[in-house]
């Protein structure tokens, strides 16, 4: 958030007295930073607006409960990582990633890393974004979320145990699995792709 | 294993790359509903207040009613057990007056 422009304290204590307005540009204002999260951690068969209105809501609802030891940014991303999770544990499917499934984006991805050693092009990287958030479907929440905030987002231990509040260890320990299991998943795609 | 591992690793910076779907402006509709349930929100705020403290007013009553029936309960045993020590040393000196 680096809208310098927007005084979140006195934001946050008109919303408090009921100031509709305010209310109003705190929704514009953490818009974006909602939908991020949200779009990362979306549920295959949920709609992005539907859970950032769940996102919206427990924020609006649970203010009073926002102490100010930590940034405001942060206690909205923890609500939304935290709903995001529990939408996608609500999703029990979690299927099995399949060669003929994949897009023609995700799949010369595939092929590119099947046959050689090189990085993938700039022009593969929406193809590969594919693919990985296809494999991480068939990953537990936790461990995609860790995956994507480690590894996509590219966020350090501390800000991933701010978001989740989990302690480093088992942070580390989550990281660790969750790569195991997803280099699992995408082992048997090439498996399956070379014959 | 190290070529797969490093498939994995390059999977995961090319994706890492990949520009991210702009938030776009907010939908109407979503701002609508999200202002609704505010509003509501907002409104039943001094409700639930008064909900609030009439819970805890009930939690305080029902600790204050425990705690004075176990102070009556524990005065009424240790009465007894005075009781029952003054009739054996008065059944005792009956005995010691009267044999």
Redesign the interface.
């Known amino acids: 958030m680096a809208d310098t422009g927007f005084d979140m304290a006195a934001c946050l204590d008109a919303v408090r007295r009921g100031d509709e307005e305010a209310a109003r540009q705190l929704f514009h204002h953490l818009h974006p930073l909602v939908f991020k999260v949200v779009r990362s951690h979306l549920p295959k068969r949920m709609s992005d607006e539907d859970l950032a209105q769940t996102v919206f809501m427990k924020v609006f609802a649970n203010l009073d409960q926002y102490s100010g030891r930590a940034p405001f940014e942060h206690w909205v991303s923890r609500i939304a990582v935290n709903t995001c999770i529990k939408a996608l544990r609500a999703e029990m499917v979690r299927p099995e990633v399949r060669w003929a499934d994949l897009s023609e984006d995700e799949s010369d991805a595939l092929d590119w890393l099947a046959s050689t050693d090189a990085e993938l092009q700039p022009d593969q990287s929406a193809g590969s974004r594919d693919l990985v958030e296809r494999l991480l479907g068939a990953l537990k929440p936790k461990d995609r979320l860790v995956i994507e905030l480690m590894s996509l987002e590219g966020r350090s231990i501390e800000e991933v145990g701010q978001i989740t509040g989990w302690n480093h260890a088992v942070i580390k320990v989550r990281a660790f699995r969750a790569r195991a299991k997803l280099r699992k998943h995408l082992e048997r795609l090439m498996k399956e792709k070379k014959p | 294993m190290n ?6 690793d ?12 702009p ?2 402006e ?2 109407f ?3 609508a ?3 609704s ?3 509501s ?2 409104q039943g ?1 001094s409700r639930e207040l008064f909900v609030v403290w009439l819970r805890r007013a009930a939690i305080c009553a029902g600790t204050l009613a425990v705690a004075s029936l176990a102070w009556n309960f524990s005065e009424q045993s240790s009465f007894r057990t005075q009781g029952d020590e003054l009739a054996v040393a008065d059944a005792a000196m009956r005995v010691g007056v009267d044999p």
């Open positions: 070529a797969k591992r490093d498939a994995l390059r999977l995961l910076r090319s994706a890492s790359q990949a520009p991210a779907r938030a776009g907010a939908s509709a979503l701002e509903r999200v202002m349930s505010w509003r929100t907002a705020g």
